[in-house]
């Protein structure tokens, strides 16, 4: 059984205010046309296809083209779940309709999962697709009350899946979390505030090979058999030293898994470059790539005059620029906090203690920690 796992592809993302649409549509022709020479039986698409939970039209356009060219045109399954930046609902519209077509979305998780059986020489292949699970989507759907928890609800989850899987069939989970062992970049949201939003890896004991999405960079928590695709891009200049790729996966007749990572290649790179004002523009001569997106870290001590406007005349996609040499001695003297490395709930108690004098409560962290989970799932059109 062979299929190509990608995941994390943020159609409608923006970068310092650059459009990628673009961009996305460059590189998802890529994966069409590997789908096309591969001939995998499935393509998996492990969450966060959207960027938000109200998608650009420019966006959901291109999703429709995309899975057209591969279901109509090239004829492949298709399974696609739902990531913690997707609506549940806006991104299942109309599947019970396109499932006879090789559509298969699954948005929020339900109380029994159903499998996407497909068939190899060996036998069947059950494709079990696991949507971002929030605890509260999961205590409403199971019924629930005492589910606290990312790997509380995962397992819940997958007690009732374990209970109707035949013996001795090969499975494969499609699931979007986060995984102990993993590395993160500051382009992904967390899944959780003020709470436990990891998962062990043995909670997916049971399954042949793991697609997950929701890191951006490709990764392999369970060398092979547990396995992030990473994001379809760069998405953060923190991202510039990854090297993207959507996977091809093997699995064979005794479950085992082979994984090729195949290279995706960017029209324009995000990348990073520093220097002296005069070095930067002098380089730009030589540079093949002078339309990428670029961070510019300037190491000029003195006074610096439109860096940015001369920049663009060398570099047109100069996105963003840093002066550390300066700015670090300002920190110096105003003890400033970068805020950009802090989640909602430490901007919050540092925003408390500023404003009160005090540090925040138990209590107080607590309600809104409730608060903000609760704001966070109807952005997601949770039910209640």
């Known amino acids: 059984m062979r299929f190509l796992h990608t995941a994390d592809w943020h159609l409608g ?40 939970a109200v998608p650009p039209r420019e966006a959901v356009r291109l999703l429709d083209d995309v899975l057209s060219r591969l279901i109509l045109g090239l004829g492949r399954t298709v399974i696609l779940i739902a990531g913690n930046h997707d609506s549940p609902y806006r991104l299942t519209f109309g599947s019970r309709m396109l499932i006879d077509r090789g559509l298969h979305i699954l948005g929020q998780p339900v109380s029994s999962t159903a499998p996407v059986i497909l068939r190899d020489k060996h036998g069947p292949v059950h494709f079990y697709p ?33 209970a109707r899987h035949p013996q001795g069939v090969r499975a494969v989970a499609v699931a ?18 003020g709470g436990a939003g990891a998962l062990a890896p043995s909670v997916f004991d049971e399954f042949d090979y793991v697609a997950l999405g929701h890191l951006h960079r490709p990764q392999a928590p369970e060398a092979n058999r547990i396995r992030y695709s990473g994001s379809l891009m760069r998405y953060s200049f923190s991202e510039a030293d990854h090297d993207k790729a959507i996977l091809v996966v093997t699995v064979d007749a005794e479950g085992g898994s082979q ?11 995000v990348r990073c470059i520093e220097g002296r004002l005069a070095e930067v523009l002098n380089g730009a001569a030589d540079d093949p790539r002078r339309d990428d997106y670029l961070m510019v870290t300037l190491r000029d001590r003195g006074p610096v005059f439109d860096a940015m406007g001369r920049l663009r005349e060398v ?21 400033r906090i970068d805020h950009r490395k802090m989640d909602d709930l430490d901007l919050f108690s540092a925003f408390f203690e500023q404003v009160t004098g005090e540090e925040l409560a138990p209590t107080e962290r607590d309600a809104f920690v409730g608060i903000a989970n609760a704001v966070r799932l109807g952005e997601r059109e949770a039910r209640p």
């Not at 979007?176 to 505030?193: D, M, Q």
């Open 259 to 269: 994984v090729e990572e195949v290279p995706l290649t960017p029209r324009r790179q």
């Open 130 to 162: 696991l949507p971002y699970a929030e605890p509260a989507m999961v205590r409403h759907c199971l019924s629930r009350d005492d589910i606290e928890g990312h790997q509380q609800a995962m397992q819940c989850l997958l007690e009732g899946l374990w």
């Open 315 to 335: 570099y047109p996609n100069v996105l963003h620029t840093e002066r550390p040499l300066v700015t670090s001695r300002a920190e110096a003297k105003t003890d």
């Open 13 to 52: 993302r923006s970068l310092y205010g650059a459009n990628l649409i673009d961009e996305q549509e460059y590189l998802l022709d890529q994966i069409v046309r590997l789908a096309k020479e591969t001939e995998p039986d499935a393509v998996i698409v492990a969450g966060d296809v959207y960027d938000r």
């Open 176 to 193: 979007h979390c986060f995984v102990t062992g993993s590395t993160e970049t500051e382009s992904e949201r967390p899944l959780s505030i």
